[in-house]
Structures are given as structure tokens and as C-alpha cells.
């Protein structure tokens, strides 16, 4: 099928959540993709934080085929070997966290959400459910998961949201203490917000975080998500600050492109769900799991999580030399591989140009345009991508000056 073809069945049998771009990938492997007009494209949005090691990762490719071939889905009520080493791969990851298996980012969330009311509840022998979350945050579309996002656009056409959540400015700690109330039970915040803008918290947050769920006997929860497997150069964005939560959450990357989501949870706090507590009938199902195991550990021994750290401060130094020539760019920000460029103009029209020159991103808060490319990326690429912007940037400001 051509372009026109997808297109035309899409308008009339898909139901209509999505501003698409109008290209239809057909084929990836590692950074680049290509059209089904045969057009080659640099991806430096990666399914949006999805494909860590690119596109069909060998690793990946060889762990699903096996597992396809030998048992494609098996219900929870038996045991699954490759879930149950992923586990084990993660509780070395984290230093011991125990694992639930989901289906998406937003089913982690939700399954986050109601451990920590579990959690609070036993702790604490009165049932407390209130989850203080942050403006800007990005936490799901399902309705839970949706409550706690911290973006009324979102919400709006969907009230009454579910109760239980309150939002405080990002990166302000002292909020968060004055939000503390009779039913709070958790804090669930992003390391670095993505969808909000790629917003960085000022340092200590973290720390100061944890220290008030500490005092307090509030779970500290964090989306990673976004940030997680990589992305801002380490495994996991808490690393940065030295703080551990208790429960974590995870997708996008961690199945290297096949749909999976993850809550981790201190063993204490995972201890107070039981059998029936929670569940799903394709979560931490055998392909998903085989799949990420062979993702998370090619990560690993690949040193990926390493190259995003190196490959990001280059990156993101190559962006700054050419920000300062340009005066609609705001701000370049980041950590490792999740880069953002701040403009005090629409940058939707950017986004496009960029594709049009062969280099896929987006453009989130209207305003910031968001860079995610693979975390095995070279510099050689980043050259690349720069010299793309530097290009659409230039025909920017040419046009700024025509127009006046
Ligand atoms: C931080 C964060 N949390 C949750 C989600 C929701 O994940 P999903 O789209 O897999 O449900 C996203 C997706 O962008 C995200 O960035």
C-alpha cells in the first residue's frame, strides 16, 4: 500500500486521536527509517523514547523470534520463565526491587497508584489514597493515571476525574510539604518531566523528596517511564541524585519496541499485595518479557546506557554552539539522551522542515523540541541531526527577516 492508500483507509476506520504525520514507516533498523515511498529518515524521536537500541535490535529481533515460535502467550496462573528472569534482571538493576508486569505506561501507573494505597493502608491501619503529583507532569490517559497528570487539556471533556489527586509546581519541595494533608499517601513525580517540556528540577529535589516521604511515612514514587533504561545516562534518572524510591515505574524502552510496562517496588512495599491484589491477562506475558530481557541486557553488555551519557553532553554541547546564534532559541536542556530545545516560537513548523530533510523529532509544550534518538547513538549521527536544525534554523531566521 502507498502513502494515499493508508491515508485514506486511516481517515475512515481509525478513530481520530492522532495529528499523524503524513508518512508511513515501514522499515527500521538502528537509527534510521524509511517511508513506504522509499524515503530514508534519521530518528531521533525513536518511537518516542521507545526504541533504546534502535530498530530491530538483533538481540531483540532473535529473543521474539525464538519465543514465537516456541510459546506465544501463556496466563498468568502458570509461571513464566522469561518473566520471571526479567525480574531478576531488574532486581539487580535496582538493588533489589520486585516486579509487576504491565502492558503500557499507563497501566503501570495505575498499578502504582493502587500499591501505594495498599501500602499506606497496612502501614498505617487508616485508609489514606491521596497522591500529590505536579503540574506539567505527564502520567497516562487511562483515568487514574490521567487524575494524576498534572495538564487540565488533558482532563478537559473527560470530568469528573477519579479523586485522590492533588498537583504542586514542579521542582518546588516545600509545596509538596504544604500539600501534605490527613490522606496523603504517596508523591509521584518524573525525574525530568518529558511530555511537560523536558523540564529538569533544580538540584536536590530528589533528596529533598525523599527526606519529606521519610518524615512523613509517604511512598515516594517515580515515573520513569521516560527517563528510565538509559536515557539520561544512567540505567535509571534516580541514580543521579543518590535517592532510591519505592515503587518505580517503566515502559517505552524497556522492551525494546514490543508493548510492556513495569511497577517496581521495595520488597517491604511490594509485600502488600497479594494474590488477587492486581493483575492482567497479557502483562509480563512470555514475548513481551523475552523480548525485553534480550533488550535489557543488550543494553547492558553493550555499554549503551554509558554512550547515551558521552554521546548526550556532545550532543547537547553541539546544540549550544548553534543556540547562540539564534535569538528564537530560549534554551538547550537535558541529561544524556533527552534533549530538549526551548523556543519562544511555535515549533510544530520546525518539526516538519526537519522531516522534510530527513531527520524525525517532535515537539512537545508547544514550544520544545524534544530530541530521544537511540542510546547506541554516534556522533557521526548527532553531526547530522545538527547540521539538519542548523539548515531549518537558518531558513527561519531568513524568513523572520523578510517578513520583518
Ligand atoms: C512519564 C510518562 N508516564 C507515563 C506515560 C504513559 O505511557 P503509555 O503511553 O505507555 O501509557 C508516558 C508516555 O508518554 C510518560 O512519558
Not at 49 to 68: I, R
Not at 130 to 147: D, Q
Not at 275 to 284: A, C, D, N, V
Not at 379 to 394: I, N, P, S, W, Y
Request: with cysteine.
Amino acid at each position: 500500500m502507498d502513502f494515499e492508500q493508508v491515508k485514506a483507509l486511516d481517515a475512515e476506520h481509525v478513530i481520530g486521536t492522532y495529528s499523524r504525520v503524513p508518512i508511513v514507516l515501514v522499515k527500521g533498523k538502528g537509527a534510521r527509517v524509511w517511508d513506504s515511498e522509499g524515503r530514508e529518515y534519521l530518528d531521533f524521536l525513536g518511537g518516542l523514547a521507545v526504541c533504546g537500541l534502535g530498530h530491530c535490535h538483533p538481540k531483540v529481533v532473535e529473543a521474539v523470534q525464538k519465543q514465537v515460535a516456541e510459546l506465544i502467550h501463556c496466563t498468568n496462573i502458570y509461571y513464566i520463565a522469561p518473566q520471571a528472569r526479567l525480574a531478576a534482571l531488574l532486581a539487580e538493576l535496582t538493588g533489589g526491587m520486585k516486579s509487576f508486569f504491565a502492558n503500557s505506561g499507563t497501566e503501570a501507573n495505575e498499578g502504582a497508584i493502587k500499591l501505594a494505597r495498599k501500602y499506606s493502608k497496612n502501614k498505617h491501619g487508616e485508609y489514606k489514597y491521596e497522591i500529590i503529583t505536579c503540574t506539567n507532569s505527564f502520567h497516562g490517559r487511562t483515568l487514574a493515571a490521567l487524575a494524576a497528570t498534572g495538564q487540565t487539556k488533558h482532563h478537559r471533556g473527560f470530568e469528573p476525574m477519579p479523586e485522590g489527586f492533588v498537583q504542586v509546581p514542579y521542582g518546588d519541595v516545600p509545596a509538596v510539604a504544604e500539600a501534605i494533608g490527613e490522606k496523603t499517601c504517596a508523591v509521584m513525580v518524573e525525574p525530568i518531566q518529558g511530555e511537560g517540556g523536558v523540564n529538569l528540577p533544580p538540584a536536590g529535589y530528589l533528596s529533598g523528596l525523599r527526606q519529606l516521604c521519610d518524615e512523613k511515612g509517604l511512598v515516594l514514587i517515580l515515573d520513569e517511564i521516560q527517563t528510565g533504561i538509559g536515557r539520561t545516562g544512567r540505567m535509571f534518572a534516580y541514580e543521579h541524585s543518590g535517592v532510591k524510591p519505592d515503587i518505580l515505574t517503566l515502559a517505552k524502552a524497556l522492551g525494546g519496541g514490543i508493548p510492556i510496562g513495569a511497577f517496581l517496588a521495595t520488597p517491604e512495599v511490594a509485600g502488600a499485595f497479594g494474590p488477587g491484589s492486581h493483575g492482567s491477562t497479557f502483562g509480563g506475558n512470555p514475548v513481551a518479557t523475552a523480548a525485553a530481557l534480550a533488550n535489557l541486557q543488550a543494553i547492558v553488555d553493550e555499554g549503551a546506557v554509558e554512550n547515551a551519557a558521552r554521546v548526550g553532553a556532545y550532543f547537547r554541547s553541539q546544540l549550544q554552539g548553534l543556540a547562540s546564534r539564534f535569538d528564537f532559541v530560549r534554551e538547550v536542556r537535558g541529561q544524556g539522551l533527552m534533549v530538549g530545545i526551548e523556543l519562544s516560537i511555535e515549533g510544530k513548523d520546525m518539526v516538519e522542515a526537519c522531516r522534510r530533510k530527513g531527520l524525525l523529532i517532535n515537539c512537545t509544550a508547544e514550544k520544545v523540541l524534544r530530541f530521544l534518538p537511540p542510546l547506541n547513538i554516534s556522533t557521526e549521527d548527532v553531526d547530522e541531526a545538527v547540521a539538519v536544525l542548523r539548515e531549518v534554523f537558518e531558513e527561519v531566521k531568513a524568513t523572520q527577516a523578510a517578513t520583518g
